[in-house]
């Protein structure tokens, strides 16, 4: 039987953010909160919350202030990592020692919380996530969708992101369901945010030697065939960290969705080491 409730965590001036919170259904063995990526929310986590909490481990899923049912402030410069990390902060100070997990866009996020305040973590884990700022077609669609906002608001950038989505072989099989969801989520945002959290995506600076000096023990965990960072970029960072490394098997950027069970034994192992 699940064990997921959805409520909102204080995070002191900054607001209020909604999380998704499963406690464990066993012995408790620790407590873990997960930071989502550009576009994301609490909801891309879903499928490995349940495994984890069978397992021992309490585990918050967060929206970044901006993303979906979490508002945030009107000015889109304001959503820098550093800020945002003050946001996944004020909710790990809630929690107690928690291990930290962002993907993608999120860990460039974690990685400003931990440097900003490593006791409060036990572990990080960079998920699909890369050593500074995304390059590649990815920077480039960014770049597209700034102009379509000025001048057709969320509902246009949306309405280019189906277009390209439909590129994808896999579109079309994709439930209606998840279909709607994903539109829900996207144009619910904060706009500012999403304007935001994508200029820190294509500026954010190599903070790699940063985070090692805190100490923080790091895993660097991604899907074999990731298409945001390239996956040997990720294996670099991982080596300039002294971080373990793990690749998951036939993932892309989502593994918590395309490897659900590899990805709940990765970090099942990785939160049980001292």
Do not use: C
Request: proline share 7%; net charge negative.
């Amino acid at each position: 039987m699940s064990q997921i409730s959805a409520h909102h965590a204080r995070v002191g001036r900054i607001g209020e953010v909604a999380v998704l919170d499963s406690h464990a259904t066993a012995e408790l063995r620790g407590t873990a909160l997960l930071v989502p990526g550009y576009t994301g929310s609490k909801e891309d986590f879903v499928d490995i919350l349940d495994p984890l909490a069978a397992r021992g481990f309490r585990v918050v899923a967060m929206d970044q202030p901006g993303q979906y049912e979490s508002p945030g402030p009107p000015d889109y410069l304001a959503y820098t990592p550093d800020w945002l990390g003050g946001a996944v902060r004020a909710v790990a100070r809630t929690l107690g020692a928690v291990h930290l997990l962002g993907h993608s866009f999120g860990g460039l996020t974690a990685r400003a919380a931990v440097i900003a305040e490593p006791a409060l973590f036990a572990s990080l884990t960079l998920l699909d996530s890369g050593p500074a700022k995304l390059g590649g077609s990815r920077t480039a669609q960014i770049d597209i969708l700034e102009p379509l906002y000025e001048s057709g608001g969320i509902e246009a950038v949306y309405a280019q992101l189906e277009r390209l989505a439909m590129a994808d072989p896999a579109w079309p099989t994709r439930p209606q369901a998840l279909k709607d969801f994903l539109r829900k989520r996207f144009v619910g945002s904060t706009p500012a945010g999403l304007r935001g959290m994508g200029t820190s995506l294509v500026t954010e600076p190599d903070r790699v030697d940063e985070l090692r000096a805190t100490g923080v023990r790091v895993l660097v965990a991604y899907g074999e065939h990731d298409n945001a960072w390239r996956p040997q970029t990720q294996a670099v960072m991982a080596e300039r960290l002294g971080a373990r490394t793990e690749v998951i098997a036939a993932a892309v950027h989502s593994p918590a969705i395309e490897a659900t069970e590899a990805t709940v034994k990765i970090l099942e192992d990785f939160w049980s080491q001292p």
